[in-house]
Nanobody, 114 residues
């Protein structure tokens, strides 16, 4: 079964940057469509971005122009570079396969605050 371990979150000021990582095991990573999701406080989990096995990205409107999703198939790792962060980006960030695996990781907390 798929195992997902997110890391890289933290506290950052508005306008700052963070790079999230997601280590993936238990699936054929190189061919997997992979996604990033987030759950803001008190809200439902929402889509952020996804990337195909050959590196084609797609972004939610809220992420376009500020976030960049990438992957290293050799390391079985997914990344999310987040720039120009805003307070409304505060959330727990998760990665997952698409279709979604029920085995969500623990997520990584991103807090954008001055």
């Amino acid at each position: 079964q798929v195992q997902l371990v997110e890391s890289g979150g933290g506290l950052v000021q508005p306008g700052g940057s963070l790079r999230l990582s997601c280590a993936v095991s238990g699936t054929t990573f190189a061919s997997a469509l992979m996604g990033w999701y987030r759950q803001p406080p008190g809200k439902q989990r929402e889509f952020v971005a996804h990337i195909t096995g050959d590196g084609r990205p797609n972004y939610a409107e809220s992420a376009k122009g500020r976030f960049s999703v990438s992957r290293d198939n050799a390391k079985k790792t997914l990344y999310l570079q987040m720039n120009l962060l805003k307070p409304e980006d505060t959330a727990v960030y998760y990665c997952n396969t698409i279709p979604i695996s029920p085995n969500w990781g623990q997520g990584t907390q991103v807090t954008v605050s001055s």
